[in-house]
């Protein structure tokens, strides 16, 4: 690096002669050689000093006391927007003449060749440097600092998270260097830890001055789904998302906004104050407290459904205060359902207040006493012996559940769903949601509940079954059921009867089969027990008997004929023997 100095002229030296042209004995060499002694002697690729003497927006001429100014670009010095002329800088001779014959210097290259020295000194000295943002990169800027590119975190631009990176392009900050990768020749730099000294002493100060019940302003500094961050100066503290307001919040943008001056109330904090609890919605007065104060039990109220569940629903009647409605307040049906079958949240509902507890705050409403009780005045509506259409709801062994209206159930014995058939399960006899038409048979109005039958509705077959199938009277059936007790046979006159094994002896021997089309006699006809017994086999047994009587009989008449006849001839003493011959033959029959 070379200086500026004095020049001597030449001894001697006839400047009017040179004035004038006309210099003898001396050659061009010779002058050109004393012109160039007035100049600073220079070298290509060196560093040296020159002054700046004009700047403006695209160029910087800097004279470095050689025989012409060298223009350096204006951006090589962004990291030094307070340049002016006079200033001293360190410059590279890259070419002393070009093709135009122009000096050409770089002011980066000369801060390039001793950056990596001054970098190590600033980082081992916590020297505060100057440096030029000159762009964004995944994560941070890209900062221009003597010349080096260095990198700055987003974390370490400033305590306060930063959204926006865009802002800080062009900008020149100072920084202190945080770390060098010296196999890699990188550079990392923070503006963050400028500062955190100053606001570290800052904390300090506001911890040891926390008070619970302290109100204290803030500025919000992030929001999360669970809460608020908020910055009260170096300290951050969270209002959780419950502690915004006495209402339900969802969403914490509901209640805040990012950079937001707000008044919060210290609630709590640890032993060593490092998280503090903070309350937004503490600094108003409970709802609850504010409530109508003539609100009583009774009275019909309006609101939104805030949450539901499959227990029920909480409607938010005014900002903070909220009201119960159980599901089995929402119908006078007693089947079990879900809420969400009622409402859905964001519904607006009319509810009657059913409890009251101001110093509990809890409410609990219903929506079915805006109906009349459908059970008030049952027996005006499903007198005994009425007729009804019921919806089938569902089925127990012992018969079906119907519903004739929204909280009016009834119950369909088995028993009572036909004169005739055997209905083993009631699921045979019909299915859910079907409809059934039914005769009120008994109110039972403590217990909301109606006997119904669906037999009655007819007549009863077995009055006529009395007189049809009266005993040893023979009818046609099919074997619609086979079991080891027996069959079930299906009469084509109606009805069904049993036959035991030992009664479907067919006159072969063969036992009757399933689906067979038989002749059956009537052994047995009980009708309170709904019950006819039949018998095939007495169909054909009982006629042979008689086939074999008959012959017997006939017998016997063909012996007293002979008698008779005899006895038109014989004497009084013959009449005697054949009359106690008769005798003797009809104690034999």
Same mark, same amino acid.
């Not at 307001?245 to 060593?272: C, M, T, Y």
């Not at 035991?500 to 009980?526: N, R």
């Given at each position: 690096?070379?200086?500026?100095?004095? &020049?001597?002229?030449?001894?001697?030296?006839?400047?009017?002669?040179?004035?004038?042209?006309?210099?003898?004995?001396?050659?061009?060499?010779?002058?050109?050689?004393?012109?160039?002694?007035?100049?600073?002697?220079?070298?290509?690729?060196?560093? &040296?000093?020159?002054?700046?003497?004009?700047?403006?927006?695209?160029?910087?001429? &800097?004279?470095?006391?050689?025989?012409?100014?060298?223009?350096?670009?204006?951006?090589?010095?962004?990291?030094?927007?307070?340049?002016?002329?006079?200033?001293?800088?360190?410059?590279?001779?890259?070419?002393? /003449?070009?093709?135009?014959?122009?000096? %050409? @210097?770089?002011?980066?290259?000369?801060?390039?060749?001793?950056?990596?020295?001054?970098?190590?000194?600033?980082?081992?000295?916590?020297?505060?440097?100057?440096?030029?943002?000159?762009?964004?990169?995944?994560?941070?800027?890209?900062?221009?600092?003597?010349?080096?590119?260095?990198? @700055?975190?987003?974390?370490?631009?400033?305590?306060?998270?930063?959204?926006?990176?865009?802002?800080?392009?062009?900008?020149?900050?100072?920084?202190?260097?945080?770390?060098?990768?010296?196999?890699?020749?990188?550079?990392?730099?923070?503006?963050?830890?400028?500062?955190?000294?100053?606001?570290?002493?800052?904390?300090?100060?506001?911890?040891?001055?926390?008070?619970?019940?302290?109100?204290?302003?803030?500025?919000?500094?992030?929001?999360?789904?669970?809460?608020?961050?908020?910055?009260?100066?170096?300290?951050?503290?969270?209002?959780?998302?419950?502690?915004?307001?006495?209402?339900?919040?969802?969403?914490?943008?509901?209640?805040?906004?990012?950079?937001?001056?707000?008044?919060?109330?210290?609630?709590?904090?640890?032993?060593?104050?490092?998280?503090?609890?903070?309350?937004?919605?503490?600094?108003?007065?409970?709802?609850?407290?504010?409530?109508?104060?003539?609100?009583?039990?009774?009275?019909?109220?309006?609101?939104?459904?805030? %949450?539901?569940?499959?227990?029920?629903?909480?409607?938010?009647?005014?900002?903070?205060? +909220?009201?119960?409605?159980?599901?089995? +307040?929402?119908?006078?049906?007693?089947?079990?359902?879900?809420?969400?079958?009622?409402?859905?949240?964001?519904?607006?509902?009319?509810?009657?207040?059913?409890?009251?507890?101001?110093?509990?705050?809890?409410?609990?409403?219903?929506?079915?006493?805006?109906?009349?009780?459908?059970?008030?005045?049952?027996?005006?509506?499903?007198?005994?012996?009425?007729?009804?259409?019921?919806?089938?709801?569902?089925?127990?062994?012992?018969?079906?559940?119907?519903?004739?209206?929204?909280?009016?159930?009834?119950?369909?014995?088995?028993?009572?769903?036909?004169?005739?058939?055997?209905?083993?399960?009631?699921?045979?006899?019909?299915?859910?949601?079907?409809?059934?038409?039914?005769?009120?048979?008994?109110?039972?109005?403590?217990?909301?509940?109606?006997?119904?039958?669906?037999?009655?509705?007819?007549?009863?077959?077995?009055?006529?079954?009395?007189?049809?199938?009266?005993?040893?009277?023979?009818?046609?059936?099919?074997?619609?059921?086979?079991?080891?007790?027996?069959?079930?046979?299906? @009469?084509?006159?109606?009805?069904?009867?049993?036959?035991?094994?030992?009664?479907?002896?067919?006159?072969?021997?063969?036992?009757?089969?399933?689906?067979?089309?038989?002749?059956?006699? %009537?052994? /047995?006809?009980?009708?309170?027990?709904?019950?006819?017994?039949?018998?095939?086999?007495?169909?054909?047994?009982?006629?042979? +008997?008689?086939?074999?009587?008959?012959?017997?009989?006939?017998?016997?008449?063909?012996?007293?004929?002979?008698?008779?006849?005899?006895?038109?001839?014989?004497?009084?003493?013959?009449?005697?023997?054949?009359?106690?011959?008769?005798?003797?033959?009809?104690?034999?029959?």
């Amino acid at each position: 690096m070379s200086n500026f100095k004095n &020049v001597e002229p030449l001894d001697n030296f006839n400047w009017e002669e040179f004035e004038n042209g006309t210099i003898a004995n001396v050659s061009h060499e010779e002058l050109q050689k004393a012109y160039d002694e007035t100049l600073n002697k220079v070298a290509d690729h060196q560093v &040296v000093d020159g002054k700046v003497i004009s700047v403006d927006k695209k160029e910087v001429i &800097v004279n470095i006391g050689y025989k012409s100014d060298g223009v350096i670009a204006a951006s090589e010095f962004r990291y030094n927007p307070d340049l002016k002329v006079g200033d001293i800088v360190e410059v590279y001779v890259e070419n002393q /003449e070009d093709k135009k014959g122009q000096l %050409v @210097l770089s002011h980066k290259k000369a801060r390039l060749s001793k950056s990596w020295d001054r970098v190590n000194a600033a980082l081992d000295n916590e020297e505060i440097v100057q440096g030029y943002i000159k762009c964004r990169t995944k994560g941070g800027m890209i900062v221009d600092v003597f010349g080096i590119e260095a990198f @700055l975190p987003g974390s370490q631009i400033d305590v306060h998270p930063i959204r926006d990176y865009d802002v800080f392009v062009g900008k020149t900050m100072e920084f202190k260097i945080v770390k060098i990768n010296q196999e890699f020749r990188n550079v990392v730099v923070s503006h963050k830890a400028l500062i955190e000294a100053e606001l570290e002493a800052q904390k300090k100060d506001i911890i040891s001055k926390l008070e619970k019940g302290q109100i204290l302003e803030g500025t919000v500094k992030n929001i999360t789904s669970y809460g608020v961050f908020v910055d009260l100066g170096g300290v951050d503290g969270l209002v959780h998302i419950t502690d915004l307001s006495w209402g339900r919040v969802s969403d914490p943008h509901e209640v805040v906004a990012l950079d937001q001056k707000i008044n919060v109330v210290i609630l709590d904090f640890d032993d060593e104050k490092k998280r503090i609890a903070l309350g937004l919605k503490q600094l108003t007065p409970h709802p609850w407290d504010a409530l109508d104060a003539d609100l009583k039990v009774g009275d019909h109220v309006k609101g939104k459904v805030v %949450v539901i569940a499959d227990y029920g629903a909480f409607v938010e009647i005014a900002p903070g205060v +909220e009201g119960l409605i159980h599901v089995s +307040e929402m119908s006078w049906s007693q089947h079990l359902r879900s809420a969400q079958e009622f409402m859905h949240v964001g519904d607006e509902v009319e509810a009657v207040i059913l409890t009251l507890d101001r110093d509990e705050r809890k409410m609990s409403l219903g929506i079915k006493q805006l109906k009349a009780d459908p059970w008030e005045n049952i027996e005006e509506r499903y007198p005994v012996g009425s007729k009804h259409v019921a919806k089938v709801r569902n089925f127990t062994n012992f018969g079906i559940f119907v519903e004739l209206e929204e909280g009016v159930d009834g119950l369909i014995h088995i028993s009572d769903l036909s004169w005739t058939k055997k209905v083993k399960h009631p699921s045979e006899f019909t299915q859910q949601g079907a409809e059934i038409e039914v005769l009120v048979l008994e109110i039972d109005k403590e217990n909301r509940r109606l006997s119904l039958g669906h037999k009655q509705l007819e007549d009863n077959p077995w009055d006529t079954y009395e007189t049809l199938y009266t005993p040893g009277s023979v009818h046609t059936g099919k074997i619609t059921d086979m079991m080891d007790k027996g069959a079930v046979i299906s @009469l084509n006159e109606g009805g069904e009867g049993f036959a035991t094994p030992k009664h479907l002896v067919k006159e072969d021997g063969t036992q009757a089969q399933m689906g067979e089309e038989l002749e059956f006699k %009537v052994i /047995e006809f009980v009708k309170d027990t709904k019950r006819i017994i039949l018998s095939h086999s007495r169909t054909f047994e009982e006629a042979k +008997e008689e086939k074999k009587a008959a012959p017997r009989k006939h017998a016997a008449k063909k012996e007293e004929a002979p008698v008779n006849n005899v006895a038109a001839g014989t004497t009084l003493g013959d009449i005697d023997a054949l009359a106690e011959l008769k005798a003797k033959l009809e104690k034999g029959e």
